[in-house]
């Protein structure tokens, strides 16, 4: 399977304790994003990255979310001391970014990590 | 500021019906892309098709076709004969020339009942 592989499918811990996510985007994608989405929702940008250097964040990305990609190839999501509001499912994207300004390529998602928070 | 609006949070249909799905969106850009993915229950979202602000021609692939209208700022999906697979969330967004990130909308709950 070539596509975006996200582990892992499911997490369910407590509230205050830290999770960790992990995102394999497809091999040839430079550009990596991380949404959320909540029930009955369309997914909402968290962040993304271009190689190994994050560009952008959004305001949702409260200082409780830290992520990283290394070596521009996986990343990982981090939220630390998590909060009932934390609770969604959180998906990775990955796509090939062009040369030039913008990114008009399709973003190719994986299955998502749904974390419950008890 | 982006904005897509699915009106239609839920759709139901009998198998080999059509249906229309609609997308309308807010953008200041004047280069932009617009996009449809599928949800199905697995949770995959899945790419059907990008169109960008400068092509307006319908596309039509199997039973899926869009119609792509700048003048109502609207970028409908229509499955023709639908089946019980098609059952599923389907998502329109948004990304502009900067191409950082997706703006969806809330999604159509399809559901094809056989």
């Known amino acids: 399977d070539t596509g975006v592989s996200q582990d892992p499918r499911h997490k369910i811990t407590k509230r205050g304790q830290n999770v960790t996510f992990r995102c394999d985007p497809i091999?040839?994608?430079?550009?990596l994003y991380w949404y959320r989405q909540t029930l009955g929702q369309g997914p909402e940008f968290l962040t993304y990255f271009q190689n190994e250097a994050q560009l952008e964040k959004s305001r949702l990305l409260s200082d409780r979310f830290s992520a990283e990609r290394p070596k521009g190839s996986f990343s990982t999501l981090e939220i630390q001391r998590t909060e009932q509001g934390d609770s969604a499912m959180y998906l990775c994207?990955?796509?090939?970014?062009?040369?030039?300004?913008?990114?008009?390529?399709?973003?190719?998602f994986g299955d998502g990590t749904r974390l419950s928070i008890l | 500021a982006q904005k897509v609006t699915q009106a239609q949070t839920e759709i139901s249909v009998v198998e080999k019906e059509d249906v229309t799905l609609d997308c309308v969106y807010e953008?200041?850009?004047?280069?932009?892309?617009l996009f449809w993915y599928k949800q199905p229950p697995s949770g995959e979202l899945v790419f059907l098709i990008r169109r960008n602000s400068f092509d307006e021609q319908n596309e039509i692939s199997g039973r899926y076709s869009w119609n792509f209208q700048k003048s109502t700022s609207s970028f409908n999906f229509t499955i023709t004969a639908s089946q019980v697979v098609d059952s599923a969330v389907y998502f329109c967004?948004?990304?502009?020339?900067?191409?950082?990130?997706?703006?969806f909308g809330g999604g159509t709950r399809l559901m094809v009942k056989p």
């Open positions: 091999s040839e994608h430079n550009r």
């Open positions: 967004a948004l990304i502009n020339n900067a191409g950082n990130m997706l703006t």
């Open positions: 953008t200041r850009d004047t280069t932009y892309y």
């Open positions: 994207a990955s796509s090939l970014g062009t040369g030039g300004a913008g990114n008009n390529q399709p973003q190719h």
